[in-house]
């Protein structure tokens, strides 16, 4: 099973990124799958979450509204579009997949795989 994130880079607040994840070795419908970020100093929290059987998703708080998460058109994608972001977004993101499809998606998180991480630096 891989995760591969992509897509991490400088930005200014206000603007905006997106963010990928390529997975292989899983079947998307099996799981749900999302984004973490941790930073500097900070522990690693959940972002968003999304369950590919019915289209459910979850927001953290900070995420809601600004964030985006969505499946690709090719069926091992995930994307996280980030708008409006702040300087309180700058962490390292990671894409992440839990067997379980309920529990994620109400922000309770037992990461069965994880993706390394790609660095997002909101700065002017």
């Known amino acids: 099973v891989q995760l591969q994130a992509s897509g991490g880079g400088l930005a200014q607040p206000g603007g905006s990124l997106r963010l990928s994840c390529t997975i292989s070795g899983i079947r998307l419908d099996d799981y749900a799958i999302g984004w973490f970020r941790q930073a500097p100093g900070k522990e690693r929290e959940g972002v968003s979450c999304?369950?590919?059987?019915?289209?459910?998703?979850y927001y953290s708080d900070p995420a809601k509204g600004r964030f985006t998460i969505a499946r690709g058109n090719a069926n091992n994608t995930m994307y996280l579009q980030m708008n409006d972001l702040k300087p309180d977004d700058t962490a390292v993101y990671y894409c992440?997949?839990?067997?379980?499809?309920?529990?994620?998606?109400?922000?309770?998180?037992?990461?069965?795989?994880w993706g390394q991480g790609t660095l997002v630096t909101v700065s002017s």
């Open positions: 992440a997949a839990d067997l379980r499809l309920a529990e994620p998606c109400r922000g309770a998180w037992s990461v069965h795989y």
């Open positions: 999304l369950r590919t059987v019915d289209g459910g998703t």
